[in-house]
């Protein structure tokens, strides 16, 4: 991973620079990943009681605003649950934009059996 300064970006080459930017969105999606896992730790821990919050939708709204709050922290949650439920083929899912798409058929496992007879 690169880290630039924009004043000596002149000798920088196409494959060089390529290569940085995946890895440093590699770099995101693994530390996504992580969050997610310290997000269900919290959650399912109830450890917000100790900072004195009520529930975990409040404590996601307060402390976690700056990253979309409840509403965000659902969102990888369920991709969390598509990973899961998917089972191998989570390996292939990088990021919770892939997963979005499919937590529909998560919740509803009859469609999902019916586009992927295979699995």
């Known amino acids: 991973m690169l880290t630039l300064d924009r004043e000596q970006t002149s000798g920088l080459d196409y494959s060089n620079l390529n290569t940085s930017i995946q890895e440093t969105f590699t770099a995101i999606d693994r530390f996504e990943w992580q969050a997610v896992d310290e997000i269900l730790?919290?959650?399912e821990q109830q450890l917000y009681l100790q900072a004195g919050y009520k529930n975990f939708e409040e404590y996601c709204q307060r402390e976690l605003y700056a990253w979309g709050?409840?509403?965000r922290i659902n969102q990888l949650l369920g991709a969390k649950k598509v990973i899961d439920a998917v089972?191998?083929?989570?390996g292939h899912i990088k990021n919770e934009r892939?997963?979005?798409?499919?937590?529909?058929?998560?919740?509803?496992?009859?469609?999902?059996?019916?586009?992927?007879?295979?699995?």
């Open 41 to 43: 730790l919290m959650r």
């Open 69 to 71: 709050g409840y509403r």
């Open 87 to 90: 089972g191998e083929l989570g």
């Open 98 to 119: 892939q997963a979005c798409p499919l937590l529909r058929l998560v919740k509803e496992p009859e469609n999902f059996l019916l586009l992927y007879p295979w699995l």
